[in-house]
């Protein structure tokens, strides 16, 4: 099992997983980084872990538009 923040939902419901959950735990890591916060997030590991089943994609879409980060970098003149 992986850290719940990162946990595919197929290894969070026990499921066989293989390189297609590593990419799944590889975008939630990158979607950290872009955004500063979590993909999925919950009071408990459980619901964590649930909110990786319930909501995946749906939420990260929602949450993440790539224009308006663009817009928040503040580059140098």
């Known amino acids: 099992m992986g850290t719940p923040a ?6 969070a419901e ?3 997983v293989d390189a ?4 799944f735990s590889f975008g939630a890591v990158l979607f950290q ?3 500063g ?4 997030t919950g009071t408990s590991m459980t619901a ?3 909110a990786a089943i319930l909501r ?3 939420q990260i879409r929602a949450a993440f538009s790539l224009e308006t ?9």
């Open 6 to 11: 990162f946990v595919s939902p197929e290894q």
């Open 37 to 40: 916060k979590r993909a999925f």
């Open 69 to 77: 980060r663009i817009r928040a970098i503040n580059l140098p003149s």
């Open 20 to 23: 297609r959950s590593d990419i």
């Open 33 to 35: 980084m872009a955004t």
């Open 56 to 58: 995946a994609g749906r």
């Open 14 to 16: 026990g499921k066989h």
């Open 48 to 50: 964590v872990m649930g």
